[in-house]
């Protein structure tokens, strides 16, 4: 995977999960903040929190942090699986 992929496919994935249910095209600023994030993380539980806390600097409303550690999860997957090709 092409890392011009993975940043697709991981603003897909914050897209999808629509935390504040406002629609999927709501979150573009977010999705560019966060996929930042998962480039300066390596742990999913760093990226939960920083992930957490572009939510609610943008929305003042803290998200469980359950729902930011799962999505931290598959975004750093993508992340490890872009890497891994040559």
């Known amino acids: 995977m092409e890392e011009s ?13 629509d935390p504040f ?10 999705a560019v903040d966060i ?8 742990r999913a539980d760093k990226l939960a929190e920083a992930i957490q806390d572009i939510f609610e600097a943008s929305f003042e409303q803290k998200l469980p942090i359950e729902g930011c ?17 040559p």
């Open 5 to 17: 992929q993975a940043v697709m496919g991981m603003m897909k994935i914050i897209a999808k999960w």
């Open 69 to 85: 550690q799962k999505v931290a999860e598959q975004l750093l997957f993508i992340k490890e699986s872009s890497s891994c090709t």
């Open 21 to 30: 249910k406002y629609g999927e095209e709501f979150y573009e600023t977010e």
């Open 35 to 42: 996929v930042q994030a998962v480039y300066r993380e390596d």
